[in-house]
């Protein structure tokens, strides 16, 4: 069965630091590029970063740039978010993505990825 897991989420103070990681099974990362999005309570879901299969290519949105950094350890099927300097608009659940063998992965148009995870909630607040 083909599957994404997401975690690392919690509540942190604004300023502080999270690690969110998606896991794959079922398939091999080095064929996928993998999405991070984020849907806040009473929005749409929106693109965070993204990187590409074998992770020679990244994205970002511009409201995390300097402050998320996106990397894949394909030994463990597992893409990472590192997220610094957290803000309360940094909240909302967060989900990884799936997109088969993608050199450019987007972050404006979810059909784009195949397989979604189930989210894992991100809190920034005092």
């Known amino acids: 069965q083909l599957q994404l897991v997401e975690s690392g989420g919690g509540l942190v103070q604004p300023g502080g630091s999270l690690r969110l990681s998606c896991t794959a099974s079922?398939?091999?990362?080095?064929?996928?590029?993998i999405g991070w999005f984020r849907q806040a309570p009473g929005k749409e879901r929106e693109g965070v970063s993204s990187?590409?299969?074998?992770?020679?290519?990244?994205n970002y949105a511009d409201s995390v740039k300097g402050r998320f950094t996106i990397s894949g350890d394909n030994a463990k099927n597992t893409v990472y978010l590192q997220m610094n300097s957290l803000k309360p608009e940094d909240t909302g659940v967060y989900y990884c993505?799936?997109?088969?063998?993608?050199?450019?992965?987007?972050?404006?148009?979810?059909?784009?990825?195949?397989?979604w995870g189930q989210g894992t909630q991100v809190t920034v607040s005092s």
């Open positions: 993505a799936a997109s088969y063998n993608s050199a450019y992965p987007g972050l404006t148009s979810l059909y784009e990825y195949e397989y």
């Open positions: 079922g398939f091999t990362l080095d064929y996928y590029a």
């Open positions: 990187i590409s299969a074998r992770g020679g290519w990244t």
